[in-house]
């Protein structure tokens, strides 16, 4: 009985199985998406949408429903396979582990390597690794690197934890128990608090409720007063006596005007995001004393702008990046603690820029040792790639000059790809959403490499021309004919598809 049960199990894949049951239980109990292997007097005899085996007495049924299956449409899709076609039954097993139908997906998966025994696609997605040139289970890879990745962790500043390697921000909350709490993290103690006195986080204060009311009239407050926002941008008018307003992840310091301030603080945080997927981490010195949150100073206007490279960027503000563009960071601002230096003036389209700028720059200052030694073209190319990014985290530049660049013949048209700034002069405007058009490119051939190659920048550092070989060539040597060619290709499709964005406003 139990060999026919498991003969019954494996030919589902081959079987011509259209529909799932939906089965209620007497006690209300409900299990969903089960298939039908066998029925005997007493008993339904089930396999659950992952592939386990499930017995249910009939006794204890109310009632079954039948439905179409998932697991239909993936022997559908089977059918459609070539026998010895690897690289569909590897997508195929890929798509059915993303539907969470794990056990036909590694059987799937494992077919295919009995065609293609070295099959990228299908190793990676039954998660194997490469150790000295053969594939392993990760398990097995985890062991042999074992030291090798404990030295790559610490080189990170991450932290181990119940066995468990993680980001040192990620640590620090565990070890002291932190919880969130309004989207923020605080210790249990203040968590307390916060519930006790019904606290609200507001441009980085935690208001009481009678305070958030006055907060919600449009008054804040100033010593011990309550003043208008208005009268507020009057006073706020240098750095001696700022707005300060926080968010999750920064600090920021301005005499612009007070929607300014919350407009760029948005800005910020959503440049963040996709800083943080890329790296896989939040800045690591989060909670290392006198280092903290991000700070940036927001000039208002030119003038202001002026004065922080006066104050904070000596006789030349290209040593500290990216002063080309409206932004710069300053290592030495608040005793050492660094910040971002930029201003509110123009268009608006600039200014965006100008943040992701900034927040680029401030964000790997806060992850190297060493921020002066960082390579400066490679970092203006990923600033120009987070510029780019959408607020829902897809790479989309729509702002005019996006446009202008990428669609004349005049303007400095896009040269090669096999290096980011080929022929497309440096330290100018243009350079800056080029460059981050090319690593756009890059990352969509090999997005491994792509965040492999940003925790190395990190640690050991590295330049442009190293990320094109990390990205398109898997580390061997660069076909730069091959490369260039692909691109132009690549830049044809995404012109073609590409939507002008608003004019300057």
């Known amino acids: 009985m139990r060999i026919s049960i498991l003969l019954a199990a494996c030919s589902l894949l081959l079987s011509p199985v259209v529909f799932a049951d939906d089965v209620t239980m007497k006690t209300g109990k409900v299990y969903k998406d089960l298939t039908l292997v066998k029925e005997t007097k007493s008993a339904y005899i089930y396999l659950t949408h992952e592939g386990r085996r499930l017995t249910l007495g009939k006794k204890s049924v109310e009632k079954v429903e039948k439905k179409p299956t998932v697991r239909a449409e993936l022997q559908g899709r089977l059918k459609k396979v070539a026998r010895r076609d690897a690289d569909a039954l590897a997508?195929?097993?890929?798509?059915a582990n993303s539907k969470g139908m794990g056990k036909d997906a590694r059987s799937i998966l494992r077919k295919a390597l009995t065609i293609d025994r070295n099959h990228v696609k299908a190793h990676e997605a039954l998660g194997d690794h490469l150790l000295k040139g053969k594939w392993v289970k990760e398990a097995v890879w985890k062991k042999a690197r074992a030291k090798e990745l404990a030295k790559q962790y610490a080189a990170w500043g991450w932290k181990e934890h119940d066995g468990e390697w993680m980001p040192g921000t990620v640590a620090h909350r565990l070890d002291n128990g932190y919880v969130q709490v309004q989207g923020h993290w605080v210790d249990p103690k203040f968590a307390k608090k916060i519930d006790a006195k019904n606290l609200v986080f507001a441009e980085g204060s935690w208001l009481e409720p009678q305070?958030?009311?006055?907060f919600?009239?449009?008054?804040r407050k100033y010593g011990k007063r309550w003043i208008g926002i208005?009268?507020?941008?009057?006073v706020h008018t240098d750095f001696q006596d700022p707005w300060v307003i926080e968010t999750v992840h920064f600090e920021i310091h301005a005499n612009a005007k007070h929607r300014d301030v919350l407009w760029v603080s948005e800005l910020a945080e959503m440049f963040y995001k996709p800083l943080q997927e890329i790296f896989g981490e939040e800045h690591r010195d989060l909670y290392k004393k006198g280092k903290g949150k991000i700070a940036i100073n927001l000039g208002r206007g030119v003038k202001s702008y002026n004065f922080l490279g006066g104050s904070y960027g000596a006789t030349n503000r290209t040593a500290y990046?990216?002063?080309?563009y409206g932004a710069f960071y300053a290592p030495s601002w608040g005793d050492g603690r660094g910040a971002g230096c930029t201003y509110v003036h123009g268009d608006t389209n600039w200014v965006e820029v100008w943040i992701a700028n900034v927040v680029t720059h401030a964000f790997i200052a806060r992850m190297v040792t060493d921020y002066e030694q960082t390579h400066e073209k490679t970092l203006e190319a990923l600033a120009g790639y987070i510029a780019g990014i959408s607020k829902d985290g897809v790479y989309h530049p729509t702002r005019w000059f996006h446009w202008r660049y990428l669609d004349s013949d005049t303007e400095r048209p896009m040269g090669r790809a096999s290096t980011t700034f080929d022929?497309?002069?440096?330290?100018?405007?243009h350079t800056l959403q080029q460059a981050g058009f090319i690593l756009h490119f890059l990352r969509s051939k090999n997005e491994k490499a792509f965040k492999d190659y940003w925790r190395k920048y990190t640690t050991s550092g590295a330049d442009d021309a190293e990320l094109m070989k990390a990205c398109y060539s898997d580390g061997q040597t660069l076909d730069k004919e091959k490369l260039d060619a692909e691109f132009a290709t690549f830049m044809t499709d995404y012109?073609?598809?590409f939507k002008p964005g608003p004019s300057r406003k």
Do not use: F, H, Q, V
């Open 91 to 95: 997508e195929l097993g890929a798509w």
């Open 211 to 214: 305070d958030k009311a006055k």
């Open 216 to 219: 919600d009239e449009g008054l």
């Open 230 to 234: 208005e009268d507020l941008n009057d």
């Open 321 to 324: 990046k990216s002063s080309g």
């Open 423 to 429: 022929r497309i002069g440096y330290r100018t405007e």
């Open 495 to 497: 012109k073609a598809k």
